[in-house]
């Protein structure tokens, strides 16, 4: 069982949540007087962004869409920058421990994580050949024409939980949570900061989250014609350098195009999504569409997602449903009342495409192998596991990992984050993704 804190915050969370929604629900916003939209309540502890590389990883946010609040906050890993002449590093990652072809694997408490992703204690905050940084406050500014070795890393859409109303991709918790994934599966986290209800209903967040997928497949290919324009800089003239070429390519476009990062260090062909709750259902959905539109994403790919512990609903109810209703931190009274702030009025239904992903004439068939999170004591379990046999009945990996005496965002809520089970789910996750974000070409572009 849980332990006595983890029941007393529980009490304390359930009171504070069902009253805000409360509020909500009595007093609904109008949301087409508000398009724009909010990404964060007051209440939220924010964590700021650090372009210096602290404990492993630098971050910085950026506003993509003038049109609505929608942001993303990048968590790049300090691996990202090798020194010169250092091949590529030894992954200490075994994946053995996920490549059994049991389709579900339960993890219990005093679980042993595997040493996987220690974080380099090597210090490389000055100087690096053909990367652009400041010695004064080793502030990372990404990209350098004259760059000759920009190491490429998977890239990983992380969609924040929060019931539709709330979290942020800039709360404190999640920036810990991101950190954690992005040196345990040297990935470039991109967090996205989608727009909440009740100001903006669905399709708001869904919306949200394949602009950024497309804003990516912007990117990729903003930053493959700046990488072209400057290779034939040579034919253009002696009084035009490669690194002028690039720069006036980018100028053509806004400076504020091309994100430096991005084009010095990902490699959106290794596109992972990873969801949490809600997060989950968005990620899913995005899953769904990136399928659907196969070669006009290009060259995103994505090659996996991450479903951890998903808002999934339905109106016949499950065995979960029924037994733990009342369970920790998200009781099913209040996450009914978080759907009906989420979901148009006249659209209300449990069956609603956003909430079951079981509804008939859904192909699941191209979906990518999915990875599905479940906690013990959480009410959603058995939906979260239907869904991954569904998937597994048309030969799509989808393993299921549960955890014993787990709750609900067991390993992504605030006062959870530094339990045994948080840090294991976040190396299990490690070690599943790495077998889909796995490098089948150079190590490095020059």
């Known amino acids: 069982m849980p332990s006595v804190a983890v029941k007393l915050h529980s009490v304390f969370f359930k009171f504070l949540l069902k009253q805000r929604l409360q509020s909500w629900i009595q007093a609904p916003v109008d949301d087409s007087s508000n398009p724009y939209g909010v990404t964060a309540r007051p209440e939220e502890s924010i964590s700021a962004p650090n372009p210096c590389f602290t404990n492993g990883v630098a971050t910085k946010d950026i506003h993509i869409d003038p049109f609505t609040s929608l942001s993303i906050r990048i968590f790049l890993p300090e691996t990202s920058l090798p020194p ?8 200490k990652l075994r994946t053995s421990q996920l490549d059994s072809p049991s389709s579900v694997i339960r993890r219990r408490n005093g679980y042993a994580p595997p040493d996987i992703g220690t974080p380099r204690s090597d210090s490389r905050r000055i100087t690096f050949e053909g990367l652009s940084s400041r010695p004064d406050n080793n502030v990372y500014r990404g990209y350098s024409p004259s760059s000759r070795k920009c190491r490429k890393l998977p890239i990983m859409l992380q969609f924040h939980g929060g019931g539709w109303v709330s979290g942020s991709n800039e709360s404190v918790a999640n920036d810990i949570f ?20 009740p100001e903006n ?67 959106p062909s290794r596109c992972v999504l990873l969801g949490v709750s809600c997060g989950a259902n968005i990620a899913d959905y995005v899953a769904c569409k990136a399928v659907e539109s196969g070669k006009f994403i290009d060259p995103v790919k994505v090659v996996a997602q991450v479903l951890m512990y998903p808002f999934f609903i339905g109106s016949i109810r499950t065995k979960s449903e029924t037994r733990l209703a009342n369970s920790y931190f998200y009781d099913m009274a209040s996450c009914l009342l978080a759907w009906k702030l989420f979901l148009p009025e006249k659209a209300f239904s449990l069956d609603h495409p ?42 799509v990996d989808a393993p299921v990992l549960e955890y014993k005496d787990a709750v609900h965002e067991f390993a992504t809520l605030d006062v959870l984050l530094k339990t045994p089970e948080a840090e294991a789910c976040a190396e299990d996750i490690a070690i599943w993704v790495k077998k889909y974000i796995s490098f089948r070409g150079h190590e490095f572009s020059y």
Request: with cysteine; proline share 6%.
């Open 84 to 91: 010169p002449g250092e091949s590529r590093p030894k992954s």
């Open 354 to 395: 956003a909430g079951n992903p079981l509804i008939p004439d859904r192909s699941l068939k191209c979906m990518p192998p999915t990875l599905t999170i479940v906690a013990e004591h959480d009410w959603m379990r058995d939906r979260a596991i239907a869904y991954s046999e569904a998937l597994r009945s048309v030969n």
């Open 178 to 197: 991101c950190r954690r994934i992005a040196k345990l599966c040297d990935v470039i986290v991109l967090a996205v900061g989608y727009r909440l209800a």
């Open 201 to 267: 209903k669905y399709p708001a967040a869904f919306d949200d989250g394949m602009k950024v997928l497309h804003w990516l497949r912007k990117q990729a290919n903003l930053a493959e014609c700046c990488k072209s324009m400057g290779s034939g800089a040579r034919g253009v003239g002696a009084e035009f350098t490669k690194a002028e070429v690039q720069r006036h390519f980018v100028d053509a476009f806004g400076a504020t195009m091309v994100e430096p990062w991005l084009a010095a260090h990902g490699d």
